[in-house]
């Protein structure tokens, strides 16, 4: 049942044929009793489309979503832990539905599954102390068969929240039905240190994730506070704030790597139990697109978006870019880097100045990491390696206001080792069964919980590699972790911040520490090599009072 305190009662039927499915009843969504779909349409076409020609079309830059007055019905308080204390300032709609999408001008426009029909779909900007209540709709069609499935579980990668709210795999809803999630919008430990920057929702619907966010599941998530405030000048509301590149100098990069058949409709391999690699590399949706950029300082969100493939960034000059945050969460100083590596669903916000290039210097973004199967990164680097986007340095600006202080974000001290020493630890290991994938011997039951841990603890957890020589980027809810060690080594200086994804390597051990405060209930542990998701590598667990 419910794992959720403050989850009441029974779905119940509101106007029409939507009806609230606020309901965290796993695999029961809204009170249907109609069972999952268990098979998609598998790619048909087995062949390819040829590589388009790159840079022809411009990036899209994900439009801002706007918030409605109100919702109708009015979201039900009782549905939510800590509502009352984080009443919503601000509601969003959004509607999950197909919508018409061109991945480039030489394959034919097709349909995708979008938030508000598009994809990647709108960026909601959100602020510390401005909750938000989102309603999501499913407006998918009900028989639909294809890559992915209707169901939907809208789930914001990794906003602190209930669970009830984050869009648990197991609370997915049919067509027809919609869910409200509350984002509290309150760091932490109500610490401002532990406030997070770049987040992002996608489709969490278990045993379909990879496939819905393919089709197009995806948008980015930004939360602003007083010091990383949204604005570059100086400002009396914000007295405090780092001024990082700002407004349209502060630019999302949603990658995604995708198969297209022979006729360039997209497709996927629904056998492929190892993950699920594309030959054609998509930047906010667009294959290989470019970008006009002006002499100075732009702040780049990547996030790496895609069922399967890890990517080692690099800028086609070889000149070094400043990383000023990691996954969530910015560092407490830049750090100068020639290239950075991330698994699936980890993210790194960069800062390139391009007010040292002459006007007309095109710079590709590449990834250098050679990947050939569903197992990881060979370890190798191309070079070059494959263009994702170029950017093309076309104006100069009067002034740049923004800066990149060489203080960023603090972070809460560690405990002393003797403290850590004596916390409690939990041992996952993610392994592989009979061609599937097992967290601790055991494949995902939506029934099971598997650990239970208490309100207000710390624990530490090693996440352990099974072997095989398989990668798997490990995913966390409900709060960020700390990594204390790689096999025994502390990390580099770029996985010192919070996280909330780590990639473990072939026969790594990474002991994190972990936090558990202000909510209870079930949320999950996975691989976010999606494809390994869905064949069961995630456990539930519980924070319990
Ligand atoms: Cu990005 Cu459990 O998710
Ligand atoms: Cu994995």
Known sequence: MAGAAGATGAASLLSGKRASAQKPVKGDPG??????????????????????????????????????????PAPIPSKHQ????????????????????????ALPPQKIFGYNGVTPGYTIKARYGEP???????????????????????????????PESDGNPVNFFDPGYFWDNHYPMFPFNNDSRNALGTLWCHDHRFDFTAQNVYKGLAFFYLCYDALDSGTEVASTT??????????EFDVPLMISDRKF?????????????????????????????????????????????????????????????????????????PIQMQSIYLGVAERA?????????????????????EQEDGRGPTGDLLNPGTPLLKFIVDRDVASDPSQVPATLRPLPPLPSNTEINALRT?????????????????????DVVRAQVKRGTKEVWVLENGGGGWHHPIHIHHNEFRILSRNGVKPPPFEQGRKDVVTLEPGEEVRVLMEFSAFLGKYPIHCHNTVHEDHAMMALWEIVP
């Open 31 to 72: 009170g249907t009793t109609k069972p999952p779909p268990t098979t998609t349409t598998p790619t048909v076409n087995p062949g390819t489309i040829a590589n388009p020609t790159p840079f022809i079309e411009p990036l899209p830059i994900p439009a801002v979503l706007q918030p409605v007055a109100s919702l109708s």
């Open 349 to 369: 916000d960069i800062i390139i100045d391009f007010s040292k290039y002459p006007i007309g210097t095109e710079i590709i973004l590449e990834n250098r990491l």
């Open 426 to 446: 939990r041992h996952w290991k993610f392994d592989r069964s009979n061609g599937a994938w097992t967290v601790n011997g055991e494949f995902f039951d939506p």
């Open 238 to 247: 914000y007295p405090n704030s780092l001024r990082l590149p700002s407004g």
């Open 132 to 162: 938000i209540l989102t309603r999501f709709f499913n407006e998918l069609p009900p028989d639909y068969v294809g890559i992915g499935v209707p169901q939907i579980s809208p789930h914001l990668h990794n906003l602190h929240g209930a």
């Open 261 to 333: 058949d022979s006729n360039g409709n997209l497709a996927y391999d629904t056998f492929n139990l190892d993950g699920m690699l594309g030959d054609k590399y998509t930047v906010n949706g667009k294959i290989q697109p470019f970008f006009k950029v002006a002499r100075r300082k732009y702040r780049f969100r990547l996030l790496v978006a895609n069922p399967s493939r890890f990517y080692r960034f690099f800028l086609s000059n070889g000149d070094p870019f400043t990383v000023i945050g990691n996954d969530g969460n910015l560092l407490p100083a």
């Open 82 to 105: 800590l509502y009352s204390q984080y009443v919503p300032k601000k509601f969003y709609e959004v509607h999950v539905k197909e919508g018409m999408h061109s991945f480039h001008p």
